[in-house]
């Protein structure tokens, strides 16, 4: 079993360029959610699914779009890159009880 | 708004000696507690959520409701422990509300 697993892991982008982060799992969970952590700023919230076709945004939603595909797989999309979007993002599942399982992360630079 | 405040951000300590690292929090109902673990090239991970009451890796975390607090705590550092730490409150609809986090630094 992977787990949660992330694709790619680093990326660099140039401002006003695109990319989509894939997340899957194969824990079975029924809530994904992605995250960004940056330097002194913790994890934040930028949006989260209950269920599959379902999504809610979190904390740091503007600059994002999200698809929740299936159960499997919860994507994130930069339409139009900035450099403030520069970040490591992490996609995570959960079930009840509020643990959550973490994915390794993506490393994406814009300049 | 539930809040997580973890008031510093780095904190170095020696092998062998106490570590305590800070959470607090604000929340209008009753809370659920967690404090989760980053070590170097490693995922974040959960280390323990207060509803459990039980020690891993030899930490330990108390919720106290009269001071809105949820420090972790380690008698004897070991150097396996310098990692990144975040305290996270549930919020009710299966989120997490994560600090800062801490940065230890466990020198030998």
């Known amino acids: 079993n992977a787990g949660v697993t992330q694709t790619p892991k680093f990326q660099v982008l140039k401002t006003g360029q695109s990319m989509t982060l894939q997340c899957a799992q194969d824990?079975?969970?029924?809530?994904m959610y992605w995250y960004r952590q940056d330097p002194g700023m913790g994890l934040r919230l930028i949006y989260y699914?209950?269920?599959?076709?379902?999504?809610d945004k979190g904390e740091v939603p503007n600059g994002y779009n999200v698809s929740r595909l299936n159960k499997r797989e919860f994507s994130l999309r930069l339409e139009s890159a900035a450099p403030s979007q520069t970040s490591v993002y992490f996609c995570a599942t959960g079930e009840t009880g509020y643990e959550q399982y973490f994915g390794p992360g993506t490393r994406l630079t814009v300049t | 708004a539930q809040r997580v405040t973890q008031p510093e951000k780095l904190l170095s300590v020696f092998k062998g000696a106490p570590v305590e690292l800070k959470c607090n929090y604000s929340?209008?109902?009753?809370?659920?507690l967690f404090w989760y673990v980053q070590y170097s090239r490693q995922r974040l991970q959960l280390l323990l959520r207060h509803i459990s009451r039980e020690s891993i890796k030899g930490f330990t975390a108390d919720l106290n409701k009269g001071e809105t607090s949820f420090h972790l705590k380690k008698p004897f550092a070991q150097e396996e422990d310098s990692a990144m730490y975040y305290c996270?409150?549930?919020?009710?609809?299966?989120?997490?509300?994560f600090g800062k986090g801490n940065q230890v630094v466990v020198i030998p």
């Open positions: 929340y209008s109902g009753s809370p659920e």
């Open positions: 699914s209950a269920s599959e076709g379902t999504t």
């Open positions: 824990m079975n969970h029924n809530s």
């Open positions: 996270a409150l549930g919020d009710g609809n299966n989120r997490l509300a």
